[in-house]
């Protein structure tokens, strides 16, 4: 199992421009959350994403956007780049037939905007 | 609002020592409640969490938990600590939405 995978693993972008993040779940796993970890800070979250729909948003604008693929994978898309954009973006899996939510972590993208 | 509170920015012991790292949240029923540990650079794992029962929770690496609802909290415990234990240690809660709330953390420094 390779659990839960993300890419890429490091992307250094400039203000004002386009980023796509993915993630591919744990095997099993039909849902996604998305988080942003800005440093020395607890992750918050985005928005979670299951049956290819969002169905629950943080306090994120809409630059922030996803999407979920067949196969479960995730997409998490920002939109004109902020320097405070810059963060570790981790994703999580779940399966939604368990109570609780309980997530496993990839590794995380780190999104470095200058 | 739900919230999750950290108090400790960061704590050193001594390897060997016994460890406690404190939480409390803030919500109306008994939320299901979770610890993780996150390494440098590195994404989450989970360590051990609390749905139902006994309030006393056995997680991985040797850690546990308690839940006490009159105080709102979730403290975790160690007995002895290893140098290996060094990392940034997370408490979350999910209040039955489909989102989950962290505290700020807490970064354990090990010294030999």
């Known amino acids: 199992d390779a659990g839960v995978t993300q890419s890429p693993t490091h992307l250094i972008k400039t203000r004002g421009q386009q980023v796509t993040l993915r993630c591919s779940p744990k095997?099993?796993?039909?849902?996604v959350s998305w988080y942003q970890q800005a440093l020395g800070q607890g992750p918050q979250f985005i928005f979670q994403y299951y049956e290819e729909e969002e169905r629950q948003r943080g306090n994120f604008p809409d630059r922030f956007s996803g999407h979920q693929f067949p196969n479960y994978s995730s997409e998490l898309n920002v939109n004109a780049l902020l320097l405070g954009d810059s963060a570790l973006y981790l994703c999580?899996?779940?399966?939604?037939?368990?109570?609780?939510?309980?997530?496993?972590f990839g590794p995380g993208t780190r999104l470095t905007v200058l | 609002a739900q919230s999750v509170t950290q108090p400790d920015i960061h704590i050193t012991v001594s390897e060997g020592a016994s460890l406690e790292l404190r939480c409390n949240y803030s919500y109306g029923a008994t939320p299901y409640l979770f610890w993780y540990v996150q390494s440098p650079g590195q994404g989450l794992q989970l360590l051990l969490k609390?749905?139902?029962?006994?309030?006393l929770v056995q997680g991985i690496k040797g850690f546990e938990a308690e839940f006490k609802r009159s105080q709102s909290s979730f403290n975790l415990r160690k007995p002895s600590v290893h140098w290996s234990d060094a990392a940034e240690y997370f408490c979350?809660?999910?209040?039955?939405?489909?989102?989950?709330?962290f505290g700020a953390g807490t970064r354990l420094f090990v010294k030999a």
């Open positions: 999580a899996s779940s399966f939604s037939g368990q109570v609780g939510n309980e997530q496993f």
């Open positions: 609390y749905f139902s029962g006994d309030t």
């Open positions: 979350a809660v999910h209040t039955g939405g489909f989102k989950t709330i």
């Open positions: 095997s099993g796993h039909d849902t």
